[in-house]
């Protein structure tokens, strides 16, 4: 068998591989604690077509964990009216997971939606690797990627992360791709992965900004090129920059099923009941009356209400968990850390030597691009508060096996 055809058979063969640990799993991994909301909000999209039972996160890998559910005849519970107690998004996913004795049937289709998010994390991850480094590198990205505990454990659970992990790094990919040929087609695919990443989780509207931005001070730094003259920038860049931005609204709109309404509908709030804005800067906290006094119309509200959201909750500075300790607010260190000690040790050292490897060669901003990309998420995150679990920046995984491989 010549190469161009073993690398392709070794790259499925690791996949399969991979697939079937996942799937033993179904058995016997107890449900995890937020599986049920995202089930809940994935059924309530599909079967009533609203977005208010937990809008904390977007919709786009709920909905694939709901599809095969909905696929199956599950509905959103169709409790007595006479019933008057308030169920919120654990009753109803427990309700569906557990409708007519399928629980494990439910909870397994659930589960299996995040395994094509994996399948494309790998493939990408594969592409990636194989035009900066070669095939072999690329085989063996996917080799250390494929067998890292935690991309096997949130590729068996009906969680939001894997999705959000694989449709950053495709977004980060694409951007790469852009920054070298910025041509209609790769802007078409710039605004298409940028708009999926932020449908899957808002930390897209961290690290991807910071990541690209990270990309292109390589790019500037190692090319040396002059600042391109004016009528260049007004003429090319912008314009391909603004395909990008209106491709990607009309992809998050398009999740959120176009839809719209008013502030105080939408939000839940009164001016006779309006919060105080508090955690919001000053300009925003402005705004934020102004929409709620005038009950202004806003696209997809349940986006916006969960940005609100996670904003608030991150300035709240809930308690974390580290080495032994509780905080309020976390740790600025606490992702750095909590990588380090629950990541494999021989998948470190690859990546530390692929680093050293890197930086010894003649410089190429390409070939640098994801580890800068995850040099800049870690620089954001050490001003996050919310500091809950290294599922929270799964995006670094494969941008570190593009640099182990």
């Not at 309530?44 to 559910?69: C, K, Q």
């Not at 509905?75 to 169920?87: C, E, K, M, Y």
Request: aromatic fraction near 12%.
């Amino acid at each position: 068998m010549d190469r161009k055809r073993f690398v392709p058979v070794v790259i499925v063969f690791l996949v399969l591989i991979a697939v079937t640990r996942i799937l033993l799993t179904y058995k016997v991994t107890a449900q995890g604690f937020d599986e049920p909301c995202h089930v809940a909000a994935a059924i309530e999209l599909l079967d009533r077509g609203t977005y208010t039972l937990d809008p904390v996160h977007p919709p786009l890998t709920r909905i694939a964990s709901g599809i095969p559910l909905y696929l199956a005849g599950e509905r959103f519970p169709n409790w007595p009216t006479s019933d008057a107690r308030i169920r919120n998004c654990n009753d109803v996913g427990n309700s569906v997971l557990y409708d007519q004795g399928h629980y494990l049937r439910n909870l397994s289709l659930a589960r299996a939606a995040v395994l094509p998010f994996f399948v494309l994390a790998v493939g990408l991850l594969f592409l990636w690797t194989r035009r900066e480094f070669g095939e072999f590198a690329g085989a063996m990205a996917v080799l250390s990627f494929s067998t890292l505990p935690i991309i096997l454990a949130f590729s068996g659970l009906a969680y939001t992360d894997l999705g959000t992990g694989c449709m950053q790094f495709a977004a980060l990919f694409a951007f790469t791709h852009w920054l070298e040929k910025p041509t209609m087609r790769s802007s078409l695919v710039l605004g298409v992965t940028a708009g999926l990443a932020l449908l899957a989780k808002l930390t897209t509207l961290l690290f991807v900004p910071a990541g690209g931005a990270a990309i292109l001070l390589v790019k500037c730094l190692i090319e040396r090129r002059p600042a391109p003259a004016h009528n260049e920038v007004k003429s090319g860049w912008l314009e391909k920059l603004g395909v990008v931005l209106a491709v990607a609204v009309i992809v998050v709109w398009t999740g959120y099923g176009f839809s719209g309404g008013h502030v105080r509908e939408s939000m839940q709030i009164s001016p006779d009941s309006m919060p105080s804005f508090q955690h919001f800067p000053g300009p925003a906290r402005d705004i934020a009356r102004s929409l709620v006094m005038r009950d202004s119309w806003l696209p997809a509200p349940a986006l916006l209400k969960s940005v609100a959201t996670a904003w608030v909750r991150n300035k709240a500075a809930p308690p974390a968990y580290l080495l032994g300790k509780e905080k309020n607010g976390g740790w600025w260190y606490f992702f750095l850390v909590a990588v380090a000690v629950k990541t494999p040790l021989p998948f470190l050292l690859l990546c530390l030597i692929g680093l050293c490897v890197l930086l010894s060669r003649p410089l190429r901003w390409t070939s640098l691009a994801p580890a800068a990309a995850v040099f800049a998420v870690f620089c954001v995150t050490m001003f996050v508060k919310y500091d809950a679990g290294i599922r929270h920046v799964m995006v670094v995984f494969p941008l570190l096996a593009v640099v182990a491989g």
